[in-house]
């Protein structure tokens, strides 16, 4: 059986982006991007939702091409090129590079890829994150929480339907004050 995680950088108030996806109260340190392209070699596959393809399809495809781009940048984007992506969207036709379109009900299909063999899968965006949350799917939480409050925008966590316990598996700080805590989930 695979590992779903979820995690992302969000604001001390618990957002992902701020108004207008604003992301620019997230810009990750050297460390923070070297902490990132560590886990991320560790995903075999990404689960996106339409507005995180979106974000990730428009830079990373050529990313290390990019001017200034970092041996970590170089990295990152070839290992995103590199792995499967599942991209979840009822309002997108196509999708391409190494990603398939899924149309259908992605809880279903995140509960079938997760029964499969293989290596751990990320769940990225926010609504498809949080049905993976209702649904009792998500095996890791990873929480980089940077000190900066936004007001509002769009959360990490979303409305559930019970508790979820977990437990603690990590926890560092970086440059810049941002704060790194994995939670696993308590089964």
């Known amino acids: 059986m695979r590992r779903l995680l979820y995690g992302m950088n969000l604001s001390l108030d618990g957002y992902i ?3 207008g996806d604003d992301l620019s109260w997230s810009a990750p340190s050297d460390e923070l991007f070297q902490w990132w392209l560590d886990r991320e070699r560790a995903i075999s596959l ?3 939702g339409r507005k995180l393809w979106e974000n990730m399809s428009s830079y990373w495809p050529t990313g290390d091409q990019q001017p200034g781009a970092t041996p970590a940048h ?3 984007a070839q290992n995103w090129r590199d792995t499967p992506k599942v991209v979840f ?4 036709d196509k999708v391409d590079g190494n990603a ?3 149309t259908g009900d992605a809880v279903a299909e995140i509960t079938r890829l997760k029964a499969e063999d293989g290596g751990p899968m990320r769940v990225g965006g926010a609504a498809i994150a949080g049905a993976a949350m209702r649904a009792g799917l998500i095996d890791e ?3 980089v929480t940077h000190p900066v409050l936004v007001g509002s925008g769009k959360p990490f966590f979303t409305a559930l339907g019970s508790w979820a316990n977990l437990d603690l598996v990590e926890t560092r700080t970086l ?5 790194v805590t994995r939670y696993e989930t308590r089964r």
Not at 89 to 92: G, K, Y
């Open 17 to 19: 982006a701020a108004p």
């Open 46 to 48: 990404f689960l996106y």
């Open 74 to 76: 170089i990295e990152f």
């Open 89 to 92: 969207s009822s309002t997108l």
């Open 100 to 102: 398939r379109l899924v």
């Open 141 to 143: 939480y990873e929480i």
């Open 175 to 179: 440059p810049g004050d941002v704060v």
